[in-house]
């Protein structure tokens, strides 16, 4: 797997650079900006979610926590509709169910 390290010495410019034509949050020359996005696709390169979490300070992650994820057909409708809406807008979502009841009672 691919690492802003590796864009960066295959574009010959600094990980300053590639992160911030990641992230676009500065002005890149178009040349170094051209030569990075090249050097991404060539390296099937993934931007690290975590690690653009804490440069963002934003996870783009939704937690959805329901009752019962056994509860029947409601929570799969639910989960279905909710994941339509937040896949497609690079979001991910994460499910925790609330009901560990039975999990004591086995205790």
Known sequence: MATIKDVSRLAKVSIST???VINKSANVA???EKAVLAAMEELNF???SFAQALVNK???CIGVLVGDLC???FFAQM???IENIILPANKY???MSGNHKHD???K
Do not use: A
């Open 18 to 20: 590639v992160s911030r």
């Open 30 to 32: 178009p040349d170094k």
């Open 46 to 48: 993934q931007p690290n």
């Open 58 to 60: 934003r996870s783009n």
């Open 71 to 73: 509860g029947g057909p």
């Open 79 to 81: 989960m279905r509709g």
């Open 93 to 95: 979502v994460m499910v």
């Open 104 to 106: 004591r009672e086995k």
